[in-house]
């Protein structure tokens, strides 16, 4: 009995450290590698309740192999030393634009961001948002909505100039160069590559996040529902290529941002709701917020440029 429960988190355990990852249906297993993690401690005990030393010994392997890999993200990092200006980011996927417009102009209205990314931006949450004042209290935008769930959209506070769209699939993600009044030019993109929740999407989901902007020494935000967490593969090279996740780096990692608790969708809670900062920027703040008719809680950064 024990190796049926520690069998399967050892094979987990080694094809998350073995920097491969295979297609569906471990892609969207992944997500839920603290879940394992808890899994394999319990049939460490388990195994050593039954005094199965070999199944207990392969446990506590699986334990200290995965824990490193996943216990810094509730730990604080240090930060840069970032002295510009400060950029708050704000990012809510809008479930196919059904998310209630008073909560996000309210959260706008609390939290003054310099930058509002969206996703799943239809046409209709366009209308409601802009009657509603949204282009009073951030009257940049580089807006592309459409039906279903492949809008995206970035208003700002600051002057934008659009870039190409990615678009793989159905799904969009707008890019825009925000020039801050202080002089400083920074990329940002609302993400929202494609979900990768059945077999065949992978492909579409690995392009979305694959073509996502690195490197040239451009100062650069990611903010939105990457449908990825910390250990799916695209998301660690995406780091390992100058971003910082903003709540990893507050001790804030195991914050769950998808479904929210009331949503439709019973799947256990993980963390794809991101705001990835460059590395020489420092955070100051990072918050998981509610709005109400969306199954993904909105995410919040503060950020100090270098």
């Known amino acids: 009995m024990s190796w049926i429960v520690v069998a399967p988190f050892a094979a987990w355990a080694a094809v998350r450290l073995s920097g491969f ?27 050593c309740v039954l005094r199965r030393w070999a199944a207990g ?8 192999a995965m824990t490193p890999a996943v ?50 931006f239809t046409p209709d949450a366009r209308r409601r948002l802009e009657a509603a004042g949204l282009l009073r209290a951030l009257p940049h935008a580089v807006a592309h909505p459409l039906n279903g769930v492949g809008g995206s959209a ?3 506070r600051h002057p934008l100039k659009a870039e190409k769209m990615i678009k793989f699939g159905p ?19 609302s993400v929202h590559p494609c979900a990768p929740k059945r077999i065949g999407r992978q492909p579409c989901w690995l392009a979305g996040l694959e ?27 995406l780091l390992a290529a100058g971003y910082r996740d903003a709540a990893d780096v507050m001790g804030r990692g195991f914050q769950a941002t998808w479904p929210q608790p009331g949503s439709t969708n019973s799947t256990p809670r993980v963390t794809i709701d991101h705001v990835l900062a460059d590395s020489r920027m420092a955070v100051r703040e990072f918050q998981v917020l509610s709005l109400k008719r969306t199954d993904h809680h909105p995410v919040f950064a503060e950020l100090r440029l270098p």
């Open 21 to 47: 990852e295979p297609d569906w249906p471990w892609v969207p297993m992944v997500a839920y590698t603290p879940y394992a993690v808890c899994a394999a401690a319990l049939g460490l005990v388990l195994a």
């Open 57 to 64: 010994t392969v446990a506590l392997v699986s334990v200290l």
């Open 71 to 120: 216990l810094p993200r509730a730990l604080t990092d240090g930060n840069p030393d970032a002295k510009g200006p400060v950029l708050r980011v704000l990012a809510a996927n809008l479930l196919i634009g059904l998310a209630d417009t008073e909560e996000l102009m309210a959260l706008v209205t609390r939290l003054r961001p310099d930058v509002l990314t969206l996703q799943e």
């Open 154 to 156: 970035v208003y700002a």
């Open 171 to 189: 799904f969009g993600q707008a890019r825009a160069w925000l020039t801050h009044p202080d002089g400083a030019r920074v990329e940002i993109v």
């Open 211 to 237: 073509a996502l902007p690195r490197g040239g020494g451009a100062l650069r935000v990611l903010a939105g529902d990457f449908n990825a967490t910390l250990d799916h593969l695209p998301m660690r090279d």
